[in-house]
């Protein structure tokens, strides 16, 4: 089961789908489905990037003679760039699709579109779609060479930001096992809060607790594996990790909320309300952040954030995630050489 909107639908996608018959990644559409192994996998790659000296001009020939194409259907800034930087350090050849000037605004459909980029000898698409589950209609129907990456899908699945906030918590806290994470805002229009509540359940830890009025919790997210919180300063309490969600406007049908201002009110992260939680705990945003609306700026800024950070890793994990798609033959050997 997973949850794409305001309640479960079935059909969640096969791990089949992703997978080679031995196991290995070859499309990384949803986090749903793929073993702890896997995921811990790719935070034990991204780490290895990660740990290189930040100066460094160290390009990695992993991808070489490869052809990436960014296909954004929607706008990233975050997110593009940071797949864009992670395929160039990789030494592959990326190109971005631009949608507005594209054949796509004459009409010409999606399967047409991605029929012609191959003729173009691609080997992965990257793709943001306002449609859930785009990613996976392209890997069902694209040539067998090529890899998907979802780079976020209607509200369904953001997988490689959800990776990256995993690398970021690890970065911080001794283990999974034992946390208590908090997931507050927009939970309902958030494909990011989905796929960190798989990802973290994945991975152990001991609560997820989401955190929202009740026009923006989706109907049957317990049977996620969280627990519902409709006030924050009780859902906040002794958590060790905090995540802020944006208001996800463009994606709200009708009024869901009185204004920004009772929102900040009630759900804003203050510096007040952040005590509530463990005084070590860490506070993450996946971006962009609108400022005295879910956070406050002395947060966002504040010695506790780590938003940063988090936009830093996003490179690593993309790198970490396209070379395991490409193979992993005589990978290690690369990186540590
Ligand atoms: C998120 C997204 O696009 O889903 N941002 C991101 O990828 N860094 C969250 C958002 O738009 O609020």
Redesign the pocket.
């Known amino acids: 089961m997973s949850i794409t909107n305001e309640k479960l639908v079935p059909g969640a996608l096969p791990a089949s789908l992703q997978l080679t018959q031995d196991g290995q990644l070859k499309h990384f559409l949803d986090i749903e489905g793929l073993p702890k192994s896997l995921l811990t996998q790719i935070l034990d790659r991204a780490e290895q990037f990660v740990t290189l000296p930040s100066n460094t001009q160290k390009k990695f020939p992993l991808l070489r003679g490869r052809t990436v194409m960014n296909l954004f259907f929607e706008n990233?800034t975050?997110?593009r760039i940071t797949f864009e930087l992670a395929a160039q350090r990789l030494s592959a050849d990326i190109v971005n699709l631009d949608i507005r000037n594209s054949s796509a605004s004459k009409g010409e459909s999606l399967l047409d579109t991605i029929r012609n980029l191959e003729a173009m000898n691609c080997d992965m698409f990257v793709v943001r779609h306002h449609h859930s589950s785009a990613p996976h209609f392209i890997a069902r129907h694209c040539a067998p060479h090529i890899s998907v990456l979802n780079a976020?899908d209607g509200y369904h699945a953001?997988p490689t930001?959800a990776m990256l906030d995993m690398l970021t918590i690890r970065q911080h806290k001794q283990s999974f096992e034992g946390l208590v994470v908090a997931i507050n805002g927009d939970i309902r229009h958030s494909?990011?809060a989905r796929s960190q509540i798989h990802a973290l359940n994945t991975l152990g830890v001991k609560e997820v607790r989401v955190i929202a009025p009740g026009t923006l919790m989706p109907v049957g997210i317990e049977e996620m594996g969280v627990k519902v919180f409709t006030s924050m300063d009780e859902g906040l309490k002794d958590v060790d990790v905090v995540v802020m969600?944006?208001l996800?406007k463009e994606r709200m049908r009708g009024a869901m909320l009185p204004s920004e201002k009772e929102y900040f009110s009630m759900y804003g992260l203050t510096e007040k309300r952040l005590k509530l939680a463990k005084p070590d705990a860490i506070v993450m945003h996946?971006?962009?952040v609108n400022r005295g609306v879910e956070i406050d700026s002395s947060v966002a800024d504040g010695p506790q954030s780590v938003i940063m950070q988090q936009v830093t890793n996003g490179i690593a994990v993309r790198m970490a995630v396209m070379s395991m798609v490409m193979g992993t033959r005589a990978m290690e050997q690369q990186i540590n050489g």
Request: no cysteine; hydrophobic share 15%.
């Open positions: 990233s975050r997110t976020g953001h930001q494909r990011v969600l944006r996800q996946p971006g962009p």
